[in-house]
């Protein structure tokens, strides 16, 4: 006898799992197949060396999955995909941020620099080790003083012909490198940047392969480290400070790609402008944004996954039945906290598979025009600033939303709020990346911004743009036709039409910068002050204008995917789910800044009015298929490991429902007081 | 020789200082000489054990204060002063959190319960061990499967008058306690909220003093203690689960304010009806709800004490000047960042200001009407509910303002924002308490709304006023001048007028209480089920109108102290800043809700686009006051306890200047590419 489906036209998570699992999907199942490993969690307790220990040994489980070998070049066992190993390697959030992190820190920045800075003689002698995880190394850019401004670092690399060797040094306290990972315990080597000076000209920023401990573990001469002790989160991870007093490094150890220095001293690079040099340097390191914007999305997924599914058992207040509390998740605010995130987080991910589209596309060599690199720069500095953000958000409704379970360790929310909140200001901070995009977008705009120098953050951002030839960021007449789109009446259904949704993000981003253009025009012709104090003044709103733009990219992404099933034809109950979750997302985003289109006059106040009661409806259709939109995440208990996610609460109040049904049924029963007031008011 | 000040102006902290500590100034100030002990600061490494053991060994710091027996009547010892011991106690946050919600169990809440709930002899037993702190006590309301809906609670006391016991049990696991505070080690005793029955009928729920474990730390026969383990933040607290096997309790143990048992098995209650008693009861226990708005309150300005410090100091990209960098609280996002909310601190610890005093009429029984009591209640679940969300915000966004810094535990924003992350549930999960707000804004408006049962959550709200004398919140007719005010051409000044915010402000919130009305007004005829879904379909409504409804008290304790000052005359420069703060504040509330304004024709459209660029101005004023602003807080190095906050960045930066300074110097001293290409250009 075949079993009866109770609720019928149920979503197939399997058809919407696919979709986000996107092309990569493969490598995907293997992260998460390889994180749900129990060695591969940390203890629920301990001290930060037995966390540290613990983390270490996961490491090697990463680079046995095979994934850390994906981006090498054929002839060294690899397969030139970087796409698919940060796919794979950004689901190990789910096995613990710590493990994430640290594995990044190894493969993604200490290995990924020796690959992409390096040559070929340099890749042959540490490249297997460091992916095979034999060479724990750091990747020891930020000092006390400068973690954002990176062509300020302190640290001096100077070369001595009469050695052949640099002399690595640290001039002062602020100079010291900071939060380093892997150094305060693990690493044995790091990839230093420093100011490279020879022959007595200081050519900027550079890296340098340095041994900092020998195999015991004992830091080398000259060599200090210190170790930055307790975190807010990341316990696992080894973070720590490295100083330099003299250091000898073999001429061999710069990392040559942009620059290198010749036995006597004579530097020379391919690329002759130093500004240019710098940005082309730091762009190779792009891998580090893009992975956490994926990582990002994977803590977002986690969160909901436990927080709807808890939601779908919990109950509180009686409420249409007597003697059936409601779930939370039939509660409209319920609906209104989590279904507005569960939107966003399809939209980040689909907007992710973009953002691994263009990495997979320069890095492979398929299109590594600058046009193309500055594309997947721009969209790697606005998904992550947009994305870790919202992973905090997230996070931390989904805790508030599970009440005082959600406050325990065992069910991991507060612990992911926490490993997460660095991401936010780490690999770039979220406000200067931000701040790159906005610049981007001015300098789209009109071409005589490209030579400002605003001062500030802005000049890094304007040295930055100079250096490279401008490619427009395709946002021009994109919002032309709303007008006709707006001024039309606007029902509900024009409200979620997708046309009018887009015209809407759209113009709004192009309006901001048109206004900040004209706004910032005079700072051409003023000193470096005062345009930097005009800079100032708008740099709110350049921030504000680049985080629409971010919502606009991220909204189409989703839209096209939704399009992509809607029209493959064969999955219309999902593809009529997707276009619930494309509008919500757009307009929440929509709502969001709806004062914006109010006094821009996009949008009739009538209409506006109706959008809070869409939003509504939305969500209650979304909550209905809420379960099956968290399972197409692809998460099982092992990588969830949240008890409130799975049936405890639901055989619990199976419990105590039972019980109540007996005890009615006895004829000692307490009776209620109110019960008798209320039968002897009717006799009264 | 007298120093020059080098700032003129500069506002006197003292004076601000004053404002915000308000009446209870003293208590304060011995709450934070307390938690400066070092005795009262948690290790910031150790087991949950180890920390357990410090804080419960600091719970001693608390009471040897003195601050713990003030609220105890005269005859006790006591001062019968309510407000100034929460005021002295909320404090202690700035030592640690745990130490303080550790304290709060014992004192507010065991000690609490039994003076409020029980009689004089049972005072003369218990009350003295309590606040001394010798006898070690939970508070045991809240079970697995009931946390918001105490009604409903599992655990069954019934009396057997054989024995003149009362036996006590928990019928199934969703009725075990859960998250009781002191439960997994220390406690000794626990007040247990239970549904009491006698002779064949349940009077509802009743709190009873039962021992749970012996002299040496052994829980006694028929009770289960259950450890919580690891939470996401108090680790010091030793919360656990409490179920009870028919545990006998003297019938003397019962409280028996509200209710008691006579030896033959007779109930008898001063108050008649159940729901009235029952509600009466919990009303009692409005003290936690008190002293977490003002704990969540001092969270908030140590975290901005923090942040703001560290941004005077920190200094990242060069800008008008290229050799110094500028400042991280002279860039206006920065300051976008933290002056809403340092203009937010100071509305909240004004607020919570106006809530101590409604407290400490009702508990002195200077006022202890029924409206007075009603009041307080609104007032602090709304209080309540916004303060705990604003602390948490606010403790993140100063977090991530710190960059790297901020994310290491000595400067304890991550540890703040962990350990009170729970304070937006417990006590009364945020959402209800706003629900609770709304219902009685809707009951306000129109008296039929009085007796609907609307189902879920409502039904509980419903019941609560159901059972009391309404009285009116006041809000009616504040907004009837608004068109007045708002169609006079509203220039800048005009924006600031404090008549126009406040008409904003509570026009909106009687507008949403009015539409409310109108929308719910059929449920009255409906079924149960029918009207409990009308009233799900408004659930978000009826919060977003709490929300602006609590707002608008906030923000009419800031103005009324503002004017306080002002017309004082003494002090004309703070009387000034804390016109900018009111300004900022509304503002800021106004600017949030913006499209609603333009929607219902509050504002016209030409005015509404100035509100962005007056906030820009007034962020940049304050900012310029900010380290005045901070000081007003009346915390020292001894309070924030965070490196980033003293001068250290400040020395190095120094160290740095002057290595630079010494370097230009040198003959030697290396040129950069960039100089030597310009100059060969220049040569060209």
């Known amino acids: 006898m075949e079993g009866r489906r109770v609720e019928t036209n149920a979503l197939d998570p399997a058809v919407l799992g696919a979709v986000l699992d996107g092309t990569w999907a493969a490598a995907r199942r293997r992260g998460r197949e390889t994180a749900a490993d129990p060695r591969a969690h940390l203890p629920a307790e301990g001290t930060l060396e037995e966390l540290r220990a613990a983390t270490t040994a996961a490491v090697s489980l990463v680079s046995d999955s095979g994934l850390t070998r994906l981006p090498l070049p054929e002839s060294m066992g690899g397969r030139n995909t970087h796409a698919e190993y940060v796919a794979g390697f950004e689901e190990f959030v789910t096995a613990s941020p710590s493990l994430q992190i640290k594995a990044g820190v190894q493969f993604g920045l200490f290995a990924g620099a020796i690959q992409h800075l390096g040559n070929e003689e340099q890749h042959a002698k540490w490249l297997d080790d460091a992916v095979s995880g034999r060479l724990l190394g750091c990747f020891a850019m930020t000092e006390i003083g ?173 409420s249409a039945s007597p003697v059936e509390e409601t779930r ?95 991401y936010a200001t780490f690999e770039g901070d979220n406000t200067v990346l931000l701040q790159l995009v906005g610049k981007r977008l001015l300098q789209d705009y009109a071409a005589e911004f490209k030579d400002i120098d605003f001062g500030g953050a802005a000049r890094f951002l304007g040295a930055q743009a100079a250096e490279h030839t401008l490619y427009r960021t395709g946002l021009a007449n994109v919002g032309r036709a709303i007008g006709d789109l707006v001024t039309a009446p606007v029902k509900e259904k024009r409200i979620r039409s997708g046309k009018v949704q887009e015209a809407l993000l759209a113009d709004r981003v192009e309006t901001m910068v048109a206004g900040l253009a004209q706004a910032l025009r005079p700072a051409a012709k003023m000193s470096t002050a005062d345009g930097a104090a005009l800079f100032n003044r708008h740099q709110n709103e350049l921030v504000e204008a680049a985080i629409a733009y971010v919502e606009l990219l991220k909204w189409r992404s989703l839209n096209a995917e939704m399009h992509r099933l809607e029209d493959a034809g064969r999955a219309p109950a999902e593809a009529k789910a997707l276009r619930r979750i494309r509008d919500l997302y757009g307009l929440t985003l929509i709502q969001r800044h709806l004062s914006w289109h109010l006094m821009y006059g996009r949008m009739p106040m009538a209409r506006a009015r109706l959008i809070d009661e869409t939003v509504n409806r939305l969500c209650a259709k979304l909550a209905a298929d809420a379960q099956e939109l968290v399972a197409a995440f692809g998460y099982g208990p092992q990588q969830r490991r949240a008890p409130i996610a799975e049936d405890a609460e639901s055989i619990r109040q199976a419990e105590a429902r039972e019980y109540y049904r007996r005890a009615r049924a006895q004829a000692d029963w307490p009776v209620d007081e109110k019960e008798l007031r209320r039968r002897a008011e009717k006799r009264g």
């Open 146 to 318: 400068h973690g954002s401004d990176v062509a300020e670092l302190g640290t001096t690399a100077t070369y001595e012909p009469e050695t052949g060797e640099f002399s690595l040094h640290t001039p002062f306290r602020a100079a010291t490198k900071e939060y380093i990972g892997n150094a305060a315990r693990d690493g044995r080597a790091a990839v230093v940047f420093a100011q490279l000076v020879t022959r007595g000209v200081n050519h900027g920023v550079h890296a340098l392969v340095v041994p900092i401990r020998d195999e015991d573990g004992t830091p080398l001469p000259g060599v200090t480290v210190e170790d930055d002790g307790k975190k807010g989160g990341l316990l696992g991870v080894d973070n720590g400070r490295l100083a330099f007093d003299a250091v000898r490094v073999p001429r061999e150890n710069l990392l040559t790609r942009y620059g290198a220095v010749a036995a006597d001293g004579e530097y020379s690079s391919p690329i002759e402008s130093p500004g240019r040099r710098f940005f082309t340097m730091l762009g190779t390191l792009v891998q580090g944004r893009v992975s956490l914007d994926g990582a990002a999305v994977v803590a977002q997924k986690l969160a909901l996954d436990i927080a709807v599914r808890y939601a779908g058992q919990r109950r509180q207040f009686a």
């Open 328 to 422: 939370l998740l039939d509660y409209q605010r319920h609906q209104r906290r989590l279904m507005p995130l569960l939107a966003e987080a399809y939209a980040h991910g689909l907007a992710h598979e973009t953002l691994l589209h263009s990495f997979e596309a320069v890095f492979s060599g398929e299109d590594d025009s600058d046009e193309a690199r500055q594309v997947l720069e721009t969209q790697a500095a606005g998904f992550k600033a947009l994305s870790t953000r919202a992973a905090l958000d997230t996070i931390q409704e989904c805790r508030e939303a599970c009440g005082g379970a959600g406050f325990m360790a065992e069910n991991r929310l507060v612990g992911l709020h926490a490993d997460l909140d660095v």
